[in-house]
T-cell receptor, first 113, second 111 residues
Framework: DAGVIQSPRHEVTEMGQEVTLRCKPISGHDYLFWYRQTMMRGLELLIYFNNNVPIDDSGMPEDRFSAKMPNASFSTLKIQPSEPRDSAVYFC???????????FGPGTRLTVL | EDQVTQSPEALRLQEGESSSLNCSYTVSGLRGLFWYRQDPGKGPEFLFTLYSAGEEKEKERLKATLTKKESFLHITAPKPEDSATYLC????????????FGSGTQLTVLP
């Protein structure tokens, strides 16, 4: 398996623009997680899905953030409008079961100017 | 409040100089403790999972141990390629939340 795939790897945008990050989990994994990593706050869970259904979105910082999982092989994290404080590395991870090991993608480095 | 604390924040070792990284946790019920390695510009890479006090796991120069309050990642005779940030995370029983990560230890092994 190719592992978790994320795109784009780097995104530079201007404040106020819409940003869409994409993730393809490992085939057969029922759980998908979106994380954000910054120097100040470390790795934070934003939202996770089980069988394409959002289970816990309490980590989503604001209404500007939204996530969808239209099918088992694709998820998006959208920020609209983006702000400079959203600059971070965003990771997607997937796992077979709730208690199982999470496998991370390579991340998307987002810079909002 | 559930907390995961890693120490030290940064560690510099000479090649071959063994040491340990610490992950202490305060949680209501531990379901599992995970160790990850993260290289610059990459996602965290899974190393170990520990589930109960007294459990130990080994992989090459790394050994992870678990007590009721903390976990140690022992590095024996490290090499420069072991340089990375090491993250620990806990999964909490009865919580819908998934992994809670510590802030990591940045390890540098000098040749």
């Amino acid at each position: 398996d190719a592992g978790v795939i994320q795109s784009p790897r780097h995104e530079v945008t201007e404040m106020g623009q819409e940003v869409t990050l994409r993730c393809k989990p490992i085939s057969g994994h029922d759980y998908l997680f979106w994380y954000r990593q910054t120097m100040m706050r470390g790795l934070e869970l934003l939202i996770y899905f089980n069988n394409n259904v959002p289970i816990d979105d309490s980590g989503m910082p604001e209404d500007r953030f939204s996530a969808k999982m239209p099918n088992a092989s694709f998820s998006t994290l959208k920020i609209q409008p983006s702000e400079p404080r959203d600059s971070a590395v965003y990771f997607c991870a997937s796992s077979l079961t709730q208690a199982d090991t999470q496998y991370f993608g390579p991340g998307t480095r987002l810079t909002v100017l | 409040e559930d907390q995961v604390t890693q120490s030290p924040e940064a560690l510099r070792l000479q090649e071959g100089e063994s040491s340990s990284l610490n992950c202490s946790y305060t949680v209501s019920g531990l379901r599992g403790l995970f160790w990850y390695r993260q290289d610059p510009g990459k996602g965290p890479e899974f190393l170990f999972t520990l589930y109960s006090a007294g459990e130990e796991k080994e992989k090459e120069r790394l050994k992870a141990t678990l007590t009721k309050k903390e976990s140690f990642l022992h590095i024996t005779a490290p090499k420069p390629e072991d340089s990375a940030t090491y993250l620990c995370a806990v999964s909490i029983s009865g919580s819908a939340r998934q992994l809670t990560f510590g802030s990591g230890t940045q390890l540098t092994v000098l040749p």
